[in-house]
């Protein structure tokens, strides 16, 4: 459950709400829905008995200088493929994701079912490409069309791997410091971009550490 993800990352819970009968999951205050009430509020079809208001965090105190393996989401529109790159980002140990400038609100409750409570696990921040850089960490971009192949890329240092919008990826002048891709057969130009940055992190993860944390 969601709610208890975020207890566990030490989020704060200001008010739970509960279907009829429903056990409180937090220590906050308890307000019990009348009958059929919690289905008309919640943003799905079958809600979990339990809903809360969370403590939205500073987005701003995310301390990239201290920062090894970093995400960049750059414009990422849909709810769906940014919580998956959450997800995939905390499974990976990515340290931090930095999202630029009009990026899809990282609280969407789109984003936060599909990241299955990876946003309250990983460092999440607004920042510009420069801002990032400007850390001290490599930005290597993602393209479809240049670069070095992920397999073979330099993953070493602190680095940021730079992933791009959906439908247009991230410009050829983009301001990185190196290009990789993703070699593939088939028709499609491309990868889905949240398919992209979980083969991205994982390959660098594995590059870095030569296994990913808790592997045999």
């Known amino acids: 459950m969601l709610i208890a993800e975020a ?71 849909d709810p769906g493929n940014l919580g998956t790159m959450l997800r995939s980002s905390e499974a990976a140990g990515v340290d931090a994701v930095v999202l630029t400038p009009g990026s899809v609100d990282v ?12 946003l309250f696990h990983v460092p999440v921040s607004i920042a510009t490409l420069e801002t990032v850089r400007a850390a001290g960490l490599r930005l290597v971009g993602t393209s479809s069309h240049q670069g070095t192949p992920h397999t073979g890329a330099d993953w070493s240092g602190r680095v940021a791997i730079v992933v791009g919008n959906e439908a247009h990826g991230l410009t050829d002048d983009a301001p990185v410091d190196q290009w990789v891709t993703i070699e593939h057969a088939g028709r499609a130009e491309s990868l889905n971009v949240a398919m992209a940055t979980t083969l991205l992190v994982f390959e660098a993860a594995r590059s870095r550490l030569g296994a990913l944390p808790g592997s045999a």
């Open 107 to 118: 609280f969407n409750p789109k984003v936060v079912r599909a990241s299955a409570g990876a």
């Open 7 to 77: 207890i566990a990352a030490g989020w704060s819970i200001e008010a739970e709400f509960a279907a009829p009968g429903a056990a409180a999951v937090s220590h906050a205050p308890l307000f019990e829905f009348a009958e059929g009430v919690l289905e008309r509020v919640a943003s799905t079809e079958r809600p979990q008995p339990n809903i809360a208001v969370v403590a939205i965090p500073d987005l701003g105190d995310v301390p990239l200088a201290s920062a090894g393996l970093v995400l960049v989401a750059d414009a990422i529109g």
